[in-house]
């Protein structure tokens, strides 16, 4: 069983950095597609990034093009999330997700977020103005 653990949340200033990590333990990754997804209270839930551990291909949102950036240590059974230049609205509880036989994008872009079978716990990212 595939459980996902993040870190690296926190306070910070707008126009700051972070970066998140996501670690894998029960499997490796090798034939998932990773994804970072973000929350807030009273909003669906939304795809920010998603890799696909395979072939090393990278998806980025909307919001998350030209800032951040997703990679995978295999070594590690991690998956990364750098965030630069964060943005007030980029203040949202984060969550890594893993899923099989789906497509980055596909993972990313959907609004049928219970048929991702697995999710960490969260961690709050809060960007001050």
């Known amino acids: 069983q595939l459980q996902l653990v993040e870190s690296g949340g926190g306070l910070v200033q707008s126009g700051g950095s972070l970066r998140l990590s996501c670690v894998a333990s029960?499997?490796?990754?090798?034939?998932?597609?990773i994804g970072w997804f973000r929350q807030v209270p009273g909003k669906e839930r939304e795809g920010v990034s998603c890799?696909?551990?395979?072939?090393?291909?990278?998806y980025y949102g909307r919001s998350a093009t030209g800032r951040f950036t997703i990679s995978a240590d295999l070594a590690k059974n991690t998956v990364d999330l750098q965030m630069n230049n964060l943005k007030p609205e980029d203040t949202a509880v984060y969550y890594c997700?893993?899923?099989?036989?789906?497509?980055?994008?596909?993972?990313?872009?959907?609004?049928?977020?219970?048929?991702?079978?697995?999710w960490g716990q969260g961690t709050q990212i809060t960007v001050a103005s």
């Open positions: 890799i696909t551990i395979g072939s090393g291909g990278r």
């Open positions: 997700a893993a899923q099989q036989w789906v497509t980055g994008p596909s993972m990313c872009a959907t609004n049928r977020l219970s048929e991702i079978p697995y």
């Open positions: 029960g499997s490796a990754l090798d034939y998932y597609v």
